[in-house]
T-cell receptor, first 109, second 115 residues
Framework: DAKTTQPTSMDCAEGRAANLPCNHS???????VYWYRQIHSQGPQYIIH???NNETNEMASLIITEDRKSSTLILPHATLRDTAVYYC??????????FGKGTKLSVKP | DVKVTQSSRYLVKRTGEKVFLECVQD?????MFWYRQDPGLGLRLIYF???????EKGDIPEGYSVSREKKERFSLILESASTNQTSMYLC??????????????FGAGTRLSVL
């Protein structure tokens, strides 16, 4: 079973920031938090990952709470092309990624 | 950019056929994975490989086998296709064996229909 909990769906207005929350209360000290997204009929796409510090790249920002039990992915200026299912993941024991159901983000004009 | 290429986007096969799904990555990654994705069940790991000629079973290996003769290529084989193997198959690769740095790159997927 996935070790993370995410809302089933969220809406966001185009041009606004999309903030996607994730709970991972059982994360261990050396586990990273990864975010992927999957646009319809495509393979998952890596977005960002972090351990305990906040991270930013050209796609998004990742805010991890100090106790590491939750995190938030921020898409600063959502576009219609950001409509996708977003997965928050902590590493599996076999090196695989255990995907949960994710959050279906709908960006609306 | 990392490129993971799956040989077919769509495939239709008949029950009992032997099916080969091919995956090639161009970044010299050591690790390669095969997942299947079904509605309501998410992605499930079938097999993975950390090195040439090496394979490990994932969560749902029954009915499947794999081959990794070269570092860049990882094949998934359905020995005798059945209708319950109709699914989206996703291949992924990654560089680090350490799961703490395990960024996986996925192919576009193969949607297999077994009739």
């Amino acid at each position: 079973d996935a070790k993370t909990t995410q809302p089933t769906s969220m809406d966001c207005a185009e041009g606004r920031a999309a903030n996607l929350p994730c709970n991972h209360s059982t994360i261990s000290g050396n586990e990273y938090v990864y975010w992927y997204r999957q646009i319809h009929s495509q393979g998952p796409q890596y977005i960002i990952h972090g351990l305990k510090n906040n991270e930013t790249n050209e796609m998004a920002s990742l805010i991890i709470t100090e106790d590491r039990k939750s995190s938030t992915l921020i898409l600063p200026h959502a576009t219609l092309r950001d409509t996708a299912v977003y997965y928050c993941i902590t590493g599996g024991s076999q090196g695989n990624l255990i995907f949960g159901k994710g959050t279906k983000l709908s960006v609306k004009p | 950019d990392v490129k993971v290429t799956q040989s077919s986007r769509y495939l239709v096969k008949r029950t009992g056929e032997k099916v080969f799904l091919e995956c090639v990555q161009d970044m010299d990654h050591e690790n390669m994975f095969w997942y299947r994705q079904d509605p309501g069940l998410g992605l499930r790991l079938i097999y993975f490989s950390y090195d040439v000629k090496m394979k490990e079973k994932g969560d749902i290996p029954e009915g499947y086998s794999v081959s990794r003769e070269k570092k860049e290529r990882f094949s998934l084989i359905l020995e005798s296709a059945s209708t319950n193997q109709t699914s989206m198959y996703l291949c992924a690769s990654s560089f680090y064996r350490d799961i703490a740095k395990n960024i996986q790159y996925f192919g576009a997927g193969t949607r297999l229909s077994v009739l």
